[in-house]
């Protein structure tokens, strides 16, 4: 078989004896094809070494071969983990990311996003929290035939559709540990307003107080932004109260930082003097002293998880759209930054 010079659909139609459309079907996964003629037609594809032309795929499928991640989210390494997640999935295929941050606090926010839809027309986007909490931008998605997916900390949507941790029930499980270990008083810095993941993790936080026959103290309350410097705030208002807690939990491992901090600051050893147990298990978590015990949050698993359903079937990425799961466990990683409180045992 002589090799064209730049061989096109038209060439691997007629060579394997059938329509373009059928060879479209191929390309794009389809699963509307019997598995002969997809081997007949791959055959012919790699032995014309026929490569797919995107502009030409884009203007037929009136889409771009873009997966655009949408984020108002003051969390950056969380964008960076989605990120790196995504973009394990796209490498060598046709897709590229692009990013799209928001304000969530702006009047014109749904409109900014239909604007950059209708201008880049994106194959499908992932929608970071708190955003992909807001059901106007999931129809907004829908109504201009936009594949999307949202993350969250509790499912929001159908399966197609999303991929959901158990907050909650991870951070139930993480304040037990402390209490096992003897803790009563224990602080909860919790996450800003207006978050599903703040209100999921103060709500495992005070199901383990409860369950334990603890008093649920609003005081042992404070609410930071995810940020570093919330965290050192928030710690010196309930390293301030007396008598002040013996352990904090805090709703992500960037807060639990600035509380360790604050207590260095303070002349308090970690754990001896106080315990601390974040969220997510960034680097931050293993890189500061002592190493942080802290709840695995599977984010660029999620991610992973997200684009195979966005892409999957299409542009040469595994299929899976169907298939991949919607539901995470986070887990416990237990470090040196919890021992029982001081006077114990």
């Known amino acids: 078989m002589r090799k064209p010079a730049q061989p096109t659909i038209n060439d691997v139609a007629r060579i394997a004896g059938v329509s373009k459309k059928t060879v479209s079907r191929v390309i794009n996964r389809s699963p509307l094809l019997n ?37 108002d989210n003051p969390n950056a390494q969380m964008v960076l983990n989605v990120q790196h997640g995504l973009l394990e999935v796209l490498r060598d295929t046709e897709f590229e990311l692009i990013l799209h941050p928001v304000d969530r606090g702006s009047p014109t926010m749904l409109d900014d996003i239909r604007a950059f839809l209708e201008k880049q027309r994106p194959y499908g986007v992932m929608l970071l929290p708190p955003i992909s909490e807001n059901d106007s931008l999931a129809e ?29 029930e991870a951070v139930r499980g993480a304040v037990e540990h ?20 703040a209100v999921e993790r103060q709500a495992g936080y005070e199901e383990a107080i409860e369950a334990a026959g603890l008093p649920l103290q609003r005081t ?3 609410h930071g932004d995810y940020r570093f410097e919330s965290g050192m705030r928030a710690a010196e208002r309930l390293l301030d109260l007396a008598p002040r807690p013996t352990a904090v939990f805090s709703s992500n491992d960037e807060m639990a930082a600035g509380v360790l901090h604050v207590a260095h600051q303070r002349g308090l050893t970690v754990p001896q003097d106080l315990s601390i147990v974040g969220f997510d298990d960034t680097p931050i978590a ?44 986070s887990t416990l990683i237990r470090r040196a930054s919890v021992a029982p409180p001081p006077g114990a045992g």
């Open 286 to 329: 293993s890189h500061i002293w002592p190493p942080l015990t802290t709840v695995r949050w599977p984010i660029a698993t999620m991610a992973r998880a997200a684009a195979l359903k966005l892409v999957g079937g299409a542009g040469g990425a595994r299929p899976g759209e169907d298939g991949e799961a919607s539901l995470f466990v």
């Open 178 to 197: 402390l209490i096992a270990a003897g803790h009563r008083r224990i602080g909860l810095i919790a996450g800003p307003h207006g978050f599903r993941s």
């Open 140 to 168: 907004l998605c829908a109504g201009l035939g936009v594949r999307y997916v949202r993350m969250g900390s509790a499912p929001l949507d159908e399966a197609a559709n999303m991929v959901a941790s158990n907050d909650r």
């Open 35 to 71: 598995e002969d003629t997809r081997r007949r037609v791959e055959q012919v594809i790699a032995e014309l070494g026929y490569t797919p032309n995107p502009q030409a795929r884009a203007l037929a499928l009136r889409r771009n071969f873009l997966i655009g991640l949408i984020h």
């Open 220 to 222: 042992l309350i404070v």
